[in-house]
Every structure is written in C-alpha cells, then in structure tokens.
C-alpha cells in the first residue's frame, strides 16, 4: 500500500483494460493497483485495501476452467465494484443468473438508469450512452440486491446491494465512451467506499522522498542511469531532493541517440538542477559492438552489454556506491509480476544493470503510470521539453535502423528524424501524438534527382496516438506536413530519395520497427 493513502484493488480476470481501470482510479486522486484475480483475502486484508473493483474478461463464467471469484472476497466488509465479466463473476458467486441469450452487445449502447436511490448513478441522468463488450448477460440479479440500470439486451446492467457494499455494472466505465464513467467511478469511491481524493503530484513526491531517505540512509552513495527521457529524469530529480550531492547521475553517450539529444541533456541537469554528472562519451565503442549485426534482438543485448560495461567502469570510481537508480514504472512491474532484482531487459539500454555490481535498486517511480510521472515532473520543475519527450527506445537509434548500424545510416537517420521533429511541432500536432519518428530500412531504392539515377535509403514515417503504449493507432496527419516532410527529407538529407508513412496500428504492428 502507498503510506498514507487509501488503497483500491483491481482484480485482474484477464481483462484488457485492467491497468486502465487503476488508472482512471488514480485520475479521481485514490490510489490503486492490479494484483491477480485469485488474491488471497488475508492478502487483501494485510494491504488495507478500502475496496475492490473486478476487471472485465474474455472469458464466460460459467464455462469450466474460467477465472472463478472467491466468494471470501465479497464478505470482507469492505465495498466491491465489478465491471463486466467482474459483475457477472458477482453475480454467479451471490446466487444471481448467467446466460448466453444470443443477443450481444458491442460498442455504445444507450442505457436506462433509476438514480433514485441509487449510489453508483446519484446525480446522473436517467438516459446515458455507455461502451459495453459482452456475449453473456445476467438474467437474474443476486437475491437481495436492487437492478438499477438496463439496456435493450442487458435487462441487468447495474445491480447494487448497498447494505453489503455489493455493486456492479456490465459495461465499461474506464474508458472514454462511457460518458459518465468517471462520475461513476467517483460516486462508488468517495461515497461506497469513504476513499480521501489524496493521491496528488505533491503528495507522491513527499512520500517517495521520504522513502528514498529511510531506504538508502545517510551515507552511502547513489549513482542514477540518466538517458534523458522524462521516466530517468524524474527518478533523477527525486532522490537528488532526497540524498542530495549523494546522488551522481551517469548520461552515457551511445552515439545513437536524436539530433541535440546529448547537449540538452547535459544542460538541463548541469545548469538547471545543479546536479552532479558524468558524461561519457562511447559513441565509438558502441560503433563498434554494433559491427555487422543485423538482427535486432543481437543489438539490444550488444548495446545493453557495452552500456554495463562503461557503467560498471564509473561505478568503480565511485567506491561508496551501493544504490542505483531506475526510472521502473507500474506497468514494467505489472507486466514482469514483479521486479525485485536487477535483470537485464534487452529493450532498455539502462534498465537491469548486472547483479555482479552489487547495486541495490532504488525505484523511486515504480508505482506510477506514465502520465502520473510526467505530471511529478512538472511539479519538480523539469523543463516543459523534458516533460512532454516522446519515448525513445533504450537501444536508441540502432532499433530504427532495420538492418547494421552504420556511421553514415546514423547520420540520415538523425538527420531525417530532426526534420520530422520539426515538422511536426511546426504543424502544433506535437501534443496530440504519442510518438512520432523517422525509421531508416538498410534497403534502396531507384529515385530520380536532376534528371539522373539515384539509389538511396527510403525513409519511413512513423507516428501514432495512444495513450499507454499497449494498443496505438496510426496518426492521420495531413497531407500538407506529409508533403512538406518528404521534400525536406529528400532535399536536404544526402542518400535518401524517398519517403513512405506507415499507416499500421498496434496490434498486429508494433510502434517502434525493431
């Protein structure tokens, strides 16, 4: 549990939107995490959770082998909400019925509400447009229990049984096209459960200083794996308010970072926070590591091996160490089940760095979503462009060429990427997409230039909305920036002479290429 904050639950039944539900949570300022369906009730207990709230899932209740609610769970004494498959869960464990009807609902559906008497809708509108995804429908609600909401297929939409806390509905409030969802979420927080609004920017910062303080005590020293994106930067910045001159951050210069990248960095953390910091300068080593390798799973552990290398060479300078810092976030902890050691993941250039260091991790962010980290790092001061930096891969640019990594592909790829950089906040598109980025492909193809033959690297474009990374979908930017990236691209980058937009989604394509 986060100390001083209530705490609510998700329980996870294999839902898509598990994580976004703890994050719509956290957005009403209640702190939330996901933990496995089948938790253990003493487990709940020993958290101090305030609540529950039971994610939806692929799966049919009735059907054998199909994640099961323990029935423990709903006599806690503490409120529960399902959604979904998390409802029908409640249903089935509380006595109610579950069927295939043969009628489906997906997508916007108009629902029907009673918010007479009603806590989940209490001051909602009795007609409201809300997501639903089910195959299965409750036919008949819990004995005891109140329906309180209905659609055309859905004679069961929301079901409340007050004097147990006992509550669910059977669409989505977590996400967007629920209209009302967020009110719902609030209704059952503030009013179902008693959960305090206190999970705020500031109170995030004082509680993980405080953390910090008490984990690496007052003399030892703290070394931070700053690359320079926002995740890095604000773990940097929390335990320097922390530990002080304590804390030397290492900005290893890969060679394969953005145009600017290094110097920004450099001066943002030497000018701005007065932070101690060692930059290496390894372009070449990493060059060299990167000799003749194609495959893309080769250069993440190449370029992970050789940044543990360089990094294991600044520790030794600084004999006092014994913590590092990482800029670990929820959903890598979510994701991994848990990270409680230094393991090396081959995407990340400074994440899991070698046990052999004998470095004990400090994880200053590792309870936050992306959006929360940006919003601590506002309130610390980070600059506006740290902030608001698109991801960028660990193993850099080395992970947008498709193919060996060259001297001379580098030099186009940052080149063409510095223009779409441009290009894109000059259009003021910059806050409306996730990421967006030029990839090289070790290919060539025939152009012509001046009346002659050419034969040069395409570039492809890449930009996407999303807004976690899990799913993202293609952005449609207008043909005016496509056409004013192309002939930049193509004017002004030597040994390019096309340019293509990759309009695939997230999934059945990834973001990055490699």
Same mark, same amino acid.
């Given at each position: $549990? %986060?100390?001083?904050?209530?705490?609510?639950?998700?329980?996870?039944?294999?839902?898509?939107?598990?994580?976004?539900?703890?994050?719509?949570?956290?957005?009403?300022?209640?702190?939330? &995490?996901?933990?496995?369906?089948?938790?253990?009730?003493?487990? =709940?207990?020993?958290?101090?959770?305030?609540?529950?709230?039971?994610?939806?899932?692929?799966?049919?209740?009735?059907?054998? +082998?199909?994640?099961?609610?323990?029935? /423990?769970?709903?006599?806690?004494?503490?409120?529960?909400?399902? @959604?979904?498959?998390?409802?029908?869960?409640?249903?089935?464990?509380?006595?109610?019925?579950?069927?295939?009807?043969?009628?489906?609902?997906? +997508?916007?559906?108009?629902?029907?509400?009673?918010?007479?008497?009603?806590?989940?809708?209490?001051?909602?509108?009795?007609?409201?447009?809300?997501?639903?995804?089910?195959?299965?429908?409750?036919?008949?609600?819990?004995?005891?229990?109140?329906?309180?909401?209905?659609?055309?297929? %859905?004679?069961?939409?929301?079901?409340?049984?007050?004097? /147990?806390?006992?509550?669910?509905?059977?669409?989505?409030?977590? =996400?967007?096209?629920?209209?009302r969802g967020m009110d719902l979420f609030k209704n059952f927080l503030y009013e179902a459960a008693g959960?305090?609004?206190?999970?705020?920017?500031?109170?995030?910062?004082?509680?993980?200083?405080?953390?910090?303080?008490?984990?690496?005590?007052? &003399?030892?020293?703290? @070394?931070?794996?700053?690359?320079?994106?926002?995740?890095?930067?604000?773990?940097?910045?929390?335990?320097?308010?922390?530990?002080?001159?304590?804390?030397?951050?290492?900005?290893?210069?890969?060679?394969?970072?953005?145009?600017?990248?290094?110097?920004?960095?450099?001066?943002?953390?030497?000018?701005?926070?007065?932070?101690?910091?060692?930059?290496?300068?390894?372009?070449?080593?990493?060059?060299?590591?990167?000799?003749? =390798?194609?495959?893309?799973?080769?250069?993440?552990? %190449?370029?992970?091996?050789?940044?543990?290398?360089?990094?294991?060479?600044?520790?030794?300078?600084?004999?006092?160490?014994?913590? @590092?810092?990482?800029?670990? @976030?929820?959903?890598?902890?979510?994701?991994?089940?848990?990270?409680?050691?230094?393991?090396?993941?081959?995407?990340?250039?400074?994440?899991?760095?070698?046990?052999? $260091?004998?470095?004990?991790?400090?994880?200053?962010?590792?309870?936050?979503?992306?959006?929360?980290?940006?919003?601590?790092?506002?309130?610390?001061?980070?600059?506006?462009?740290?902030?608001?930096?698109?991801?960028?891969?660990?193993?850099?640019?080395?992970?947008?060429?498709?193919?060996?990594?060259?001297?001379?592909?580098?030099?186009?790829?940052?080149?063409?990427?510095?223009?779409?950089?441009?290009?894109?906040?000059?259009?003021?598109?910059?806050?409306?997409?996730?990421?967006?980025?030029?990839?090289?492909?070790?290919? /060539?193809?025939?152009?012509? $230039?001046?009346?002659?033959?050419?034969?040069?690297?395409?570039? =492809?474009?890449?930009?996407?909305?999303?807004?976690?990374?899990?799913?993202?979908?293609?952005?449609?930017?207008?043909?005016?920036?496509?056409?004013?990236?192309?002939?930049?691209?193509?004017?002004?980058?030597?040994?390019?002479?096309?340019?293509?937009?990759?309009?695939?989604?997230?999934?059945?394509?990834?973001?990055?290429?490699?």
């Open positions: $549990m %986060a100390d001083g904050h209530d705490t609510v639950l998700v329980l996870d039944f294999g839902a898509q939107y598990a994580q976004l539900i703890a994050r719509r949570i956290r957005e009403c300022h209640v702190f939330s &995490e996901v933990v496995p369906f089948d938790v253990d009730p003493a487990t =709940v207990r020993a958290r101090g959770a305030r609540a529950l709230v039971l994610s939806g899932g692929p799966a049919s209740v009735y059907e054998p +082998g199909a994640p099961a609610l323990d029935p /423990r769970l709903l006599g806690l004494g503490i409120p529960v909400l399902g @959604l979904c498959y998390g409802q029908q869960a409640m249903a089935r464990a509380l006595g109610g019925r579950v069927e295939a009807t043969g009628v489906r609902e997906y +997508g916007r559906a108009q629902l029907r509400a009673d918010p007479a008497g009603s806590l989940l809708f209490h001051d909602l509108p009795t007609d409201q447009v809300v997501w639903m995804s089910h195959g299965d429908t409750i036919t008949a609600a819990p004995p005891g229990a109140r329906v309180v909401a209905a659609t055309d297929a %859905a004679p069961v939409a929301a079901f409340e049984d007050p004097a /147990r806390g006992l509550y669910g509905v059977q669409f989505h409030p977590e =996400v967007a096209h629920t209209e959960c305090r609004p206190n999970w705020t920017s500031v109170s995030i910062i004082e509680e993980q200083e405080a953390a910090v303080r008490a984990q690496v005590g007052e &003399e030892a020293g703290v @070394l931070c794996a700053l690359s320079g994106g926002v995740d890095s930067s604000v773990a940097a910045l929390l335990v320097h308010r922390a530990v002080g001159d304590r804390l030397t951050c290492v900005f290893v210069d890969t060679g394969l970072l953005r145009h600017g990248e290094a110097e920004q960095v450099e001066e943002t953390f030497r000018r701005d926070f007065k932070v101690n910091l060692v930059h290496v300068k390894a372009a070449d080593r990493f060059l060299d590591r990167l000799a003749g =390798v194609t495959d893309p799973e080769v250069k993440r552990k %190449a370029i992970g091996g050789e940044f543990i290398r360089v990094f294991e060479e600044v520790a030794r300078d600084h004999g006092d160490a014994r913590y @590092l810092v990482q800029g670990t @976030l929820y959903p890598d902890v979510v994701e991994s089940g848990g990270r409680q050691t230094a393991t090396i993941k081959t995407h990340h250039n400074v994440g899991g760095l070698p046990e052999r $260091m004998h470095l004990e991790l400090v994880e200053p962010l590792r309870l936050l979503f992306k959006d929360e980290v940006r919003r601590v790092g506002t309130e610390l001061g980070l600059p506006e462009d740290v902030v608001l930096r698109q991801p960028f891969p660990g193993p850099g640019l080395a992970v947008r060429i498709v193919g060996e990594v060259t001297t001379e592909r580098l030099e186009s790829l940052r080149a063409a990427d510095r223009i779409v950089l441009e290009e894109v906040r000059r259009a003021g598109l910059d806050r409306q997409l996730w990421q967006w980025f030029a990839v090289l492909p070790a290919v /060539r193809t025939v152009g012509v $230039m001046g009346d002659g033959r050419t034969y040069a690297y395409p570039i =492809v474009l890449r930009a996407v909305t999303s807004q976690d990374a899990m799913t993202a979908d293609f952005a449609r930017l207008p043909w005016e920036l496509l056409e004013r990236i192309s002939t930049r691209v193509v004017g002004e980058v030597p040994g390019v002479n096309r340019v293509a937009y990759d309009v695939t989604s997230k999934p059945p394509g990834t973001i990055e290429w490699e």
